[in-house]
């Protein structure tokens, strides 16, 4: 079983339509981290966010933190082919202990 | 900036043969982290090392083993390959006292014939 449920699992949507991703445990986390994976390559750090109820943003990028620190979301507005790929929260357990969600793989179509 | 630098890129190896993957970590993070990433499958956490002690172990075979040293790079081995080790082997560095940021190198794709 996975600490982190991410959903949906996977997406494809049309360029401009909107979208969120969800990252779900039933644990405390310390922080929660969002990674962008393209095929073949490493994940990049999109953002980390810290407090409950925290929210960031990163151009059409959202993400907020539950207030618990048990859950989190990515809001993609007005996707971009440039979007596709697979989305990964990462959270920090115990400050030591990082897992993974099941990912969530992106296609947006011209 | 410095990233985290994984070689070689690309390895193929036979069964029952040996590998080594090396992972150098952004310079002075003192963490590293080694992922294995199946196709079409979230990273699984492999082990890690904290100031050059192992700090945890996942899902790791009694066949790897791996090792962080002085100078705070960090190798995998791999012993006795099996077809199903074939797969993405990631290292990844962070600075403990930090949030938690995991910072990834491109990877090092194994393929076992």
């Known amino acids: 079983t996975q600490l982190l449920e991410q959903s949906p699992q996977f997406l494809s949507i049309q360029e401009g339509e909107n979208l969120t991703v969800y990252c779900n445990s039933s644990?405390?986390?310390?922080?929660l981290q969002w990674y962008r994976q393209e095929p073949g390559e490493g994940p990049v750090l999109l953002v980390t966010?810290?407090?409950?109820?925290e929210v960031k943003k990163l151009k059409r990028l959202t993400f907020q933190f539950g207030d618990a620190r048990k859950d989190s979301s990515l809001h993609i507005t007005a996707a971009q082919p440039g979007d596709t790929g697979l989305y990964l929260c990462?959270?920090?357990?115990?400050?030591?202990?990082?897992?993974f969600g099941s990912g969530t793989k992106l296609n947006v179509k011209p | 900036a410095a990233g985290v630098i994984q070689s070689p890129r690309h390895l193929i190896k036979e069964k029952r043969e040996t590998a080594t993957l090396k992972c150098y970590p952004i310079?002075?993070?003192?963490?590293v982290y080694w992922y294995q990433q199946g196709p079409g499958q979230d990273p699984q956490f492999l082990i890690s090392?904290?100031?050059?002690?192992?700090?945890d172990k996942g899902s790791i075979p009694d066949r790897f083993s791996a090792q962080q040293f002085s100078d705070y790079h960090s190798e995998l081995n791999m012993s006795s390959l099996e077809l199903g080790d074939s797969a993405l082997y990631f290292c990844?560095?962070?600075?403990?006292?930090?949030?938690?940021?995991?910072?990834f190198g491109e990877g090092s794709r194994l393929t076992v014939l």
């Open positions: 990844a560095s962070s600075l403990r006292v930090n949030t938690g940021e995991l910072f």
């Open positions: 644990s405390v986390f310390s922080s």
């Open positions: 966010v810290v407090t409950g109820g």
């Open positions: 990462a959270g920090l357990y115990n400050f030591n202990k990082f897992y």
């Open positions: 310079p002075r993070h003192d963490t």
């Open positions: 090392f904290y100031e050059k002690m192992q700090s």
